[in-house]
């Protein structure tokens, strides 16, 4: 998926905002470069992914810390963890654990700090309140059991802090049915946002269930001509892919390959583009 008009703004006002929450007083010079990079971006070329990994880039340059989230993600890592047993005994006792957990691994999409969609998290508990009793606007979770079924190395391309912890329960679901599947668990190859790294993910434990690996770039999501050779490799292997949150959508959407999209429509733009409302659960396999 190709940037949109309306993404640009969207860009520039993140810039600003990830300033602000990085404490840089003088933006001068960020903003320069930033309109610098942007003048020669090839817009036919590029995702929105990618360039905002590349602004922060910029940002973690002009401020000197490699990682303004880490404080954050570690925190809201911790709080999901802490409420782990409590959800899934909720999915465990559910009339269908399996898509039960899907949701709650989509429900976790909605912990998001970027500053385009930011929610403060007394906004993150009310949606995960009222998103619990909704159903997927799209829902292709039959049509992944079946490729569970068959995959011999599936590829799971994680997103935000705090919800990688909810990606274990549908991990631990999809081992159940498959428990012969090689499992990968892929995360951003350095601090981009509040996006999840290595260090997050054996934070929570995620080695215990899937391999971890790195895909080797800073981009917001899975820019595939980015990505280490190593990360490459397995992802064209890979029998089923499960993509998580709009980035990675942006990324893939136009991709040949077997993947499920575990999101939610939390921007005018994606949600156009996948053809639902705004705030809406999506399981889709790729068409």
């Not at 971006?41 to 973690?60: C, M, N, Q």
């Not at 000197?64 to 809201?76: L, S």
């Not at 993509?243 to 994606?270: D, R």
Request: net charge negative; proline share 3%.
């Amino acid at each position: 998926m190709k940037i949109k008009e309306k993404c640009i703004p969207c860009i520039v006002s993140q810039a600003i905002k990830v300033a602000d929450m990085a404490g840089l007083k003088e933006k001068d010079e960020l903003l320069r470069s930033v309109f610098s990079y942007l003048s020669k971006v090839d817009f036919k070329g590029s995702s929105t992914p990618e360039l905002i990994g590349e602004i922060f880039s910029l940002l973690k340059e002009e401020t000197g810390n490699d990682d303004p989230y880490k404080e954050t993600r570690t925190r809201y890592n911790q709080m999901l963890l802490q409420q782990l047993p409590r959800i899934e005994r909720e999915v465990d006792r559910s009339d269908n654990p399996f898509l039960e957990s899907i949701k709650y691994a989509i429900i976790g999409n909605i912990i998001d700090f970027n500053p385009i969609h930011e929610l403060l998290l007394t906004d993150i508990w009310s949606c995960f309140a009222q998103l619990r009793t909704e159903e997927l606007e799209v829902d292709d979770s039959l049509l992944l059991i079946q490729e569970i079924h068959r995959a011999g190395t599936l590829l799971y391309l994680g997103d935000n802090c705090g919800e990688i912890c909810l990606d274990k329960i549908l991990i631990k679901k999809i081992m159940a049915i498959n428990p012969q599947c090689r499992l990968f668990f892929a995360v951003r190859g350095a601090a981009v946002v509040n996006d999840s790294v290595e260090e997050d993910a054996y934070g929570v434990g995620m080695d215990a269930y899937t391999t971890i690996i790195s895909n080797g770039d800073s981009s917001l999501g899975t820019v595939l001509h980015r990505t280490s050779e190593e990360f490459r490799e397995i992802y064209r292997k890979a029998d089923v892919i499960i993509a998580k949150g709009q980035a990675n959508y942006e990324c893939l959407s136009e991709e040949k390959k077997n993947i499920f999209f575990l999101l939610m429509t939390k921007c005018q733009v994606i949600a156009k583009d996948i053809g639902v409302p705004e705030m809406k659960m999506i399981c889709m396999k790729k068409k």
